[in-house]
């Protein structure tokens, strides 16, 4: 569900639990003006029953006839009051007690009658209308209280009620809110750690199943941005693959120039000699030709093989056979700027399981830094070891150049870092950072301002049983 | 023209046997090798009237040979020869009083005419 629709949802049940609070509300509101309205009629009943019970007494003590015609009267009228308000009366006490209020009314009217009719009052009469008349006026009396207890009771049930409702409102509406904000919370959480791989050049399609909301559009975009780098990534993979032949090509050219140099010689001397020349000869001649050009061939096929785009292909390798081929690409480039090489490789080391023409690139990366380092000529050290923890090659890559200013060098991996102005493209170690770390390896520097730096990088050792997975 | 020595340094044997083989043709004592030290004591024992030599050379290059012949024999030659043709390595070997620069590769017509117009000058002199 989209986090847009939980929210929505939240709100509404929030809505409809206020929308039932005030229901109810009203509802007992209406209820306690029904039996409000009945306790006020039973208060004018009261009074009637009392005024009754006076004239009552007064004929008793006087014997008036005229007080027995007030108390028809009164009772008359009660009757009709009774019937006037039995619509407000029925909803608060019920028709039974209507009844039965109406009929304790009917026998104290009786008793009346009976005496009206006897002329004057007899002992048994008298007590028969003051009992009739005090069972009125205490029922009453009690229908009264009970009703004026039962809207208390409406009150007190209704204020309870309320504030737990507000209680239960703002419960709901913390735990929702609190469970809502933790989904978002939990998958912004998710999206970064993804975000920090890529970060790191790790441009895999995120897995796992997709939530469908926000989030999982969010995801979505992400993962064909990380499609996007992945393809982009190999094409500055080969963009700097072209952008380091630019610099091995200088190299090249000076040594394509020896062999041509040589076919060129040949030719001259084979012209100008050629009568003297026997058929031995001149056969010797054309090999050395021949010969001359497979060297030339060599030199152009090292290059194109360098600068071709090519599927990464891991294969089983010696290290120290992949340095090598990396030396014959650089060694020209070294030689004319001034630079001794020392290489020193460690022999038995264990295979690694690389592509060797993407570690060529890293190296030949690594030895154009060195040697652009050193623009007045210097020391070139290759070297080859065993790693520390023994299931590892480290090959070393030092140079006696101007070094790295240590502000620099927690960026000089970044993408577009670059310290050489115009010269890089700030791509050369971050691609080969790619490189290695795809290679489930490390790449580590170490350099000091005038004295020189030293690239390490750490490959783990291929075991046969042990597929290393490249990607 | 005969008794004319020439020495010939280059770490491509082809340029010295080649070297060799067409300067033969004209009468001259050649001799050739694959790096400066030898050739360096060889001066020690015998005059050389022009040294030919290769510019960028592993060991003592091509710019140190023009030095040292240029202090011990002031009455040699050196012509220098390169793969790597650029202007700053030309500036600098004639700083050095090179006779002639050429870059490869090398038409030995030319070279041949630069050796003979050095002979004659210092003949001349």
Redesign the interface.
Same mark, same amino acid.
């Given at each position: 569900m989209k986090i847009e629709h939980k929210l929505v949802l939240s709100n509404v049940i929030n809505g409809a639990f206020l929308i039932l609070i005030g229901f109810f509300a009203f509802q007992n509101m209406n209820l306690v003006l029904t039996k409000l309205r009945f306790v006020e009629i039973a208060d004018d009943l009261n009074a009637s029953f009392l005024e009754m019970r006076l004239s009552e007494k007064n004929f008793f003590l006087y014997h008036d006839k005229k007080a027995l015609n007030e108390i028809r009267e009164k009772i008359s009228g009660t009757m009709k009051s009774l019937d006037a308000a039995k619509k407000d009366i029925i909803p608060a006490i019920g028709e039974a007690d209507l009844q039965k209020l109406e009929s304790n009314l009917k026998a104290y009217s009786d008793a009346i009658g009976e005496t009206e009719a006897t002329g004057h009052p007899f002992q048994e009469l008298e007590s028969k209308i003051r009992a009739a008349g005090r069972k009125l006026s205490e029922y009453s009396d009690s229908i009264t209280q009970l009703e004026r207890k039962r809207v208390n009771d409406i009150i007190m049930s209704s204020k309870r009620i309320l504030i737990f409702s507000f209680w239960a409102i703002l419960a709901s509406a913390l735990l929702i809110g609190h469970f809502i904000s933790q989904k978002i919370v939990q998958s912004l959480r998710e999206i970064e750690k993804m975000t920090k791989s890529i970060s790191e050049g790790n441009f895999h399609p995120l897995d796992g199943v997709r939530p469908r909301d926000e989030l999982g559009s969010v995801i979505t975009a992400i993962n064909s941005m990380s499609e996007e780098l992945a393809h982009r990534e190999e094409q500055i993979l080969q963009s700097k693959k072209l952008a380091s032949l630019g610099i091995l090509t200088a190299g090249v050219a000076?040594e394509i120039?020896?062999p041509?140099?040589? $076919?060129?010689? $040949?030719a001259?001397?084979y012209a100008?000699?050629y009568d003297k020349l026997g058929e031995k000869d001149r056969i010797e001649f054309m090999g050395?030709v021949d010969a001359?050009t497979e060297r030339i061939r060599q030199i152009v096929k090292n290059l194109l093989d360098f600068s071709k785009p090519k599927d990464a292909n891991p294969k089983e390798e010696d290290i120290n056979s992949v340095i090598h081929k990396t030396l014959t690409l650089v060694q020209n480039m070294i030689?004319?700027s001034n630079i001794d090489t020392m290489v020193n490789l460690t022999d038995g080391l264990p295979h690694v399981f690389v592509d060797a023409h993407q570690i060529q690139q890293v190296l030949v990366n690594l030895v154009t830094n060195a040697v652009q380092a050193m623009p007045n000529g210097g020391r070139l050290f290759i070297a080859s070891r065993p790693g520390k923890g023994g299931d590892s090659v480290e090959i070393t890559v030092m140079d006696t150049g101007r070094g790295i200013p240590p502000e620099f060098l927690p960026h000089i991996f970044d993408p577009f870092f670059s310290t050489k102005g115009e010269g890089g493209t700030g791509l050369g170690l971050s691609v080969s950072y790619g490189i290695i770390k795809n290679h489930r390896g490390e790449i580590r520097v170490e350099s000091k301002v005038g004295v020189g730096t030293t690239f390490t990088v750490e490959i783990p050792a291929h075991y046969k049983n042990k597929e290393i997975n490249n990607e | 023209m005969s008794n004319y020595r020439i020495m010939v340094i280059d770490d491509?044997k082809? +340029?010295g046997d080649?070297?060799k083989?067409?300067l033969e043709?004209d009468g001259y004592l050649v001799e050739t090798f694959l790096n400066a030290e030898p050739a360096l004591a060889r001066l020690k024992e015998e005059k050389f009237h022009v040294v030919v030599t290769d510019y960028?050379m #592993?060991g003592i290059d091509g710019m140190e040979v023009l030095r040292t012949v240029k202090k011990q024999y002031p009455g040699t030659t050196v012509i220098m020869i390169t793969?790597?043709?650029n202007l700053d390595a030309a500036i600098e070997a004639l700083r050095g009083d090179v006779h002639d620069f050429f870059p490869?590769? +090398? #038409?030995? #017509?030319e070279l041949k005419e630069s050796i003979r117009r050095a002979l004659a000058k210092t003949s001349a002199a």
């Open positions: 000076h120039t020896n041509l140099n040589n $076919i060129s010689m $040949i001259q001397t100008e000699l050395k001359e030689d004319v | 491509e082809i +340029v080649m070297a083989l067409s043709q960028k #592993k793969a790597f043709a490869k590769p +090398v #038409k030995i #017509k």
